[in-house]
């Protein structure tokens, strides 16, 4: 059922802003039929389209999960508590897993080009994980003022020949802030990156009303320190929404091995005009690769490959109990595969144990 047909019905649509625990804070459609019907009787009603609701549970019986970015039917609405239930929820146009946000139109990404410096293995990785989502990837590069014009066309080069065109901004002295603004208007947007790059600082200039916690980049690790602690979603002034979420330096790459060549825009250039000669080619040493070559990113491709393979191959190793091999990790973030130690071969018996097979013991004897 479509929020037109929820809506003509008469019932109260809203979007769910943020959750905590068994609650939800859902921002009601300011131009609801409800809503609209009350101010025109001038009966009480909500100064702002605000209610912090609970979950029905005819929806935790049927396992129906409730998330940010949901659009909601709210029933039993307390205008004087400010409270609610959640009695629907619409089906969702898009859903990501890590953000947990649903219906999300874009994604946002914010990078630094200095203070911490721009690495491109980890702004790859990045790329990759927004790529696999199947959104719209919007590349913003923060701290612009601090490198001079001829860097920044350095950097714009570069990542053109990657395939984006990234926006260059600098939220200290508002520089093409505003440009930013407009790709955002009247869609849901996840903000993303890694820490201390100025995600908060971004949201703060683009709703003052956020007022999101900043932290400063760490002198001897050349990081930010992580600020955001959860998902919300803060209305935009132009119409749309954007959501900030918990900072992470290094993303899962939890995709197919097979996929993994698709989220590079300068590798589905190649394919898109060439086919390689194995249809399961992966595009490392296979003969007649239509990929293989002297792209920058080649590199990363085969790095990202060989971890995505390694998850598919743990996923494999957990999937079937009678493997002999397991993941052990090591230290600076490598991992190889042991043998596993035979179940309960190396085990100490227990004194309960070995009282109950003397026990038995004595009894044949008998």
Known sequence: MTGENFAATGQLLGTVVAVQANFYRVQLDEEDGEIREM???????????????????RLKKIGQQVMVGDRVVVEEPDWAGGRGAIGDVLPRQSELDRPAIANVNQILLVFAVADPPLEPYQLS???????????????????????SPQEQQQVSDRLLGWGYEPIFIS?????????ASRYLSNKITVIAGPSGVGKSSLINILIESAKLRV????????????????IELFELPNGGMLADTPGFNQPDMDCIPEELIHYFPEARKR????????????HRDEPECAVRGDWER???????????IARQTQLHQQADPEST??????????????????????????????????????????
């Open 271 to 282: 394919l898109a005009v060439a086919s390689c000669r194995f249809s399961d080619c992966l």
């Open 39 to 57: 101010r025109e009787q001038n009966l009480p009603h909500p100064s702002y389209p605000l209610l912090l609701c609970t979950r029905r549970t």
């Open 125 to 147: 990785r990045f790329l990759i994980k927004a790529e696999s989502t199947g959104l719209d990837v919007l590349l913003c590069l923060n701290k612009s003022d601090l490198i």
């Open 325 to 366: 091999m397991k993941l052990k990790s090591k230290g600076k973030g490598q991992s190889q595969y042991e043998p596993k130690l035979e179940s309960k071969k190396y085990r100490r018996i227990s004194r309960k144990t070995q009282l109950q097979d003397l026990q038995e013991l004595y009894r044949d004897e008998e």
């Open 215 to 230: 932290g400063e980049v760490s002198g001897k690790l050349a990081r930010g320190r992580h600020t955001t602690r959860h």
């Open 171 to 179: 939220v200290k002295d508002g520089i093409n802030t505003d440009q």
């Open 298 to 308: 080649y590199e990363h491709y085969l790095e990202f490959l060989s971890d995505a």
